[in-house]
């Protein structure tokens, strides 16, 4: 560490009482405070023409993604909660034969938690699959559910026998096919995606056929389906690797932005007790992307009587007001910074569980404002090129008028199944969340910066990520994942009617 950051810490060390008295963290009056000096803080921007939107207001035929930018009229909307059996299976035949009799496109989707049409198909049949079951087997370390269950279901499931889902998202209102489908990763470490902890799966193909998918059976489908994007059948059922729960201590760790690729690998692969890590860089403009935090969580020696997993408390709620606060203003962006690379080691070094960790819900740090959008952004480098993406960002990020809110820094290990992988080789992975105007300048500036980054990315040999906003160029996406054409002609081969579509298949896939 060197000794610039150590003064930056002795300096937040020092006002850990006033913080503590000011309640900045937990006091009552954090919230009004907050408010109170945003004006002081901020200079808000008049927004430009806003980004054309259809009207959603008591139209259940109109659905929309997590970006809200892709309200889109469908022709029916299914809501299925049926556990995957024959009640089940024969609903999804009967309306799969419907939607082919009237030429419509079939998607099949969770939450909707993708950013770019990737859960949605304009005019088609759309299927939420939103169930709560769950089977496991401790015998052999796996359970079975539903494609919709969420894993707030699984969390609180598996977290009453003493086990932990292996691999998940950082947030817990995904449901458990969805991750598969965009090969989603977390903060356990050291996995790839968690495809990988998937041992096998149900698909229902567009003729109806429900074929059993694993790398030993179906190994084809297995691996296109793995971050495929639900374009080549509906995936009913799942069975997942899990592993024991566990009480963890967090240390962390400032340091140059720059060294922590290196740095963070490392760790990961000397230290085998490491079971969950991520970090975090300072994104104020005076010192972008300068420093860094590397957050890593070890078992304790006692793991006798773990306490039940937690959910969002007091303090994430007074969090989110702190973090939407950053908007409009490097003051808040260094104080968010200070608080959390030098106060909250100080205050969150005690235990935790490793179900704790990942329970926790999007809508923590959910936007509020009806003429923003939060939008995320992913990259996936190798840790030698690390150096080089910080300055790519720092080129291309402040240059742009988005708004940068945080950065999570993640381990995802090389990607041996999928066909669309983005991790080739062992990949530091950069969460990057923007607030956006909805807005058609907004909108713009978003696309056009979004295509500088993604073209620096690739020229380092990195990739980004797919189920965010469609801003990437059909070079581009060809470029970043190379089996692309693979993967097009196996969408022809196993759906040739194209039943299956979203607007990954229209903006992308189609185009091969």
Not at 198 to 215: D, I
Request: net charge neutral; glycine share 8%.
């Amino acid at each position: 560490m060197n000794d610039e950051l150590m003064k930056h810490r002795e300096f937040w060390g020092n006002q850990l009482a006033n913080i503590t008295r000011r309640t900045i963290l937990v006091g009552a009056g954090a919230a009004a405070g907050a408010v109170g000096t945003a004006s002081l803080y901020s200079s808000i921007v008049p927004f430009g023409t806003n980004f054309p939107q259809l009207k959603t207001t008591a139209d259940p035929l109109v659905l929309n993604d997590a970006g809200e930018l892709e309200p889109t009229r469908v022709a029916k909307h299914l809501i299925l909660k049926d556990k995957p059996e024959e009640a089940l299976y024969a609903t999804l035949r009967s309306e799969l034969v419907a939607a082919r009799i009237a030429g419509q496109p079939v998607v099949a989707h969770a939450a909707r938690h993708s950013m770019g049409g990737q859960s949605l198909a304009k005019n088609g049949l759309a299927l939420t699959l939103d169930q709560e079951w769950i089977e496991p087997d401790i015998a052999n370390s796996t359970y079975r559910c539903g494609g919709g269950t969420r894993w707030s279901t699984v969390i609180a499931t598996l977290d009453a026998i003493g086990f932990s889902p292996k691999v998940m998202q950082s947030n817990n209102n995904f449901g458990v096919a969805s991750t598969y489908s965009v090969n989603a990763h977390g903060w356990p470490v050291a996995f790839s995606g968690g495809g990988t902890t998937v041992r096998g799966l149900k698909l229902m193909l567009a003729g109806g056929e429900l074929v059993t998918c694993s790398r030993t059976e179906n190994t084809e489908l297995f691996s296109l389906a793995m971050g495929g994007y639900g374009l080549f059948g509906v995936i009913t059922e799942l069975e997942v690797e899990m592993v024991p729960n566990s009480r963890l201590v967090p240390t962390f760790e400032t340091m140059p932005a720059v060294d922590f690729g290196k740095d963070f690998v490392d760790a990961i692969r000397k230290d085998a007790t490491i079971q969950m890590a991520y970090g975090r860089m300072s994104i104020a403009i005076d010192g972008f992307f300068s420093e860094a935090l590397m957050i890593s969580y070890r078992p304790t020696a006692d793991q006798a009587a773990l306490p039940a997993a937690t959910g969002s408390g007091f303090i994430s709620k007074i969090s989110r007001d702190i973090f939407r606060q950053q908007l409009h203003s490097d003051r808040w962006k260094n104080l968010r910074w200070g608080i959390e690379a030098s106060v909250n080691p100080m205050i969150s070094a005690g235990e935790t569980t490793r179900n704790s960790l990942i329970n926790e819900p999007v809508a923590t740090l959910d936007d509020k404002d009806p003429a923003r959008t939060d939008i995320l952004h992913e990259y996936f480098v190798d840790a030698d090129k690390w150096p080089d993406f910080i300055k790519a960002c720092q080129d291309v990020i402040p240059s742009s008028f988005q708004e940068l809110l945080n950065v999570t820094l993640r381990f995802v290990d090389t990607d041996k199944d999928s066909v669309l992988a983005y991790a080739t080789t062992p990949r530091i992975a950069a969460v990057l969340l923007f607030s956006q105007e909805k807005s058609v300048r907004g909108e713009a500036d978003m696309a056009r910066m979004t295509h500088e980054l993604i073209e620096r990315v690739l020229a380092i040999g990195g990739t980004y990520y797919l189920p965010y906003r469609p801003h990437a160029t059909v070079d581009q996406f060809k470029l970043g994942y190379r089996r692309a054409f693979e993967f097009a002609a196996a969408k022809r081969k196993f759906d040739p009617n194209l039943t299956f579509q979203n607007g990954f298949w229209s903006n992308y896939v189609s185009k091969i």
